[in-house]
């Protein structure tokens, strides 16, 4: 990850640019309730970043931590089990004006064995608590969930799409000139942040310009 990602990388909803679910995510955070939420689109979007700033929002990463962060290689059956088991879930413990908030990045790699257990346990488990329990998963790819018949557990999901298009590309391109005029170098030519589909990944032009700036700095 480049210096420039860490350093201009958002803290907060409202520096999040290009996404029109992120009007929906803030009346979220404004008014916040158990629920499980799914950020979902092509990677470079702003997805782990909007949760990111959902979690610092509500959670708090003092001690004890309320966040919680699992990748879906690594969510397999038997952590499954111990967030969503009243009887072992760190959930159970009353976390004060702060949320427990666990963050599963890139969902579409859930084994099968642990999205059946979601599916029957995650609405079930947030929903019957009296504590403050918030799920945030992160998917590059939910068309795996439409194809192979899971619906079901896709539905048990709030579902916030992060585009890619041109309108994206068009705000981050404000955001990038921004960033540009503050390292004190010239605009750098982008074409390698669209992939051969078009879609435009900010990642990739921070990157871009990290390799600019080290070219000017050598």
């Not at 959670?59 to 969510?75: A, I, K, M, Q």
């Not at 799409?161 to 503050?182: G, H, K, P, W, Y």
Request: aromatic content about 12%.
């Amino acid at each position: 990850m480049s210096r420039l990602f860490c350093e201009w990388q958002p803290t907060t909803l409202d520096e999040i640019v290009g996404q029109p679910c992120i009007a929906r995510l803030k009346r979220f955070v404004a008014n916040p309730r158990n629920d499980a939420l799914l950020l979902y689109g092509k990677s470079g979007t702003g997805k782990t970043t909007a949760a990111e700033a959902i979690a610092t929002a509500l959670g708090t990463e003092g001690f004890p931590s309320t966040v919680y962060r699992l990748n879906g290689t690594e969510f397999c059956l038997e952590l499954a089990e111990r967030y969503f088991d009243p009887a072992s879930s760190p959930f159970r413990f009353k976390s004060g004006q702060y949320w427990h908030v666990l963050l599963v990045e890139e969902l579409e790699f859930l084994s099968q064995q642990t999205i059946n257990y979601l599916k029957n346990h995650i609405e079930v488990t947030i929903k019957n608590t009296d504590r403050k329990v918030i799920v945030i998963a992160t998917s590059n790819d939910i068309s795996l969930f439409r194809k192979e018949g899971k619906r079901a557990f896709l539905d048990r999901w709030k579902q916030y799409e992060f585009t890619a298009d041109i309108a994206f590309a068009s705000a981050c391109m404000n955001r990038l000139a921004q960033v540009c005029t503050c390292e004190g170098i010239p605009p750098p030519d982008y074409t390698t942040a669209f992939d051969d589909e078009g879609t435009f990944s900010m990642r990739r032009a921070l990157d871009i310009i990290e390799d600019a700036r080290l070219e000017v700095a050598s």
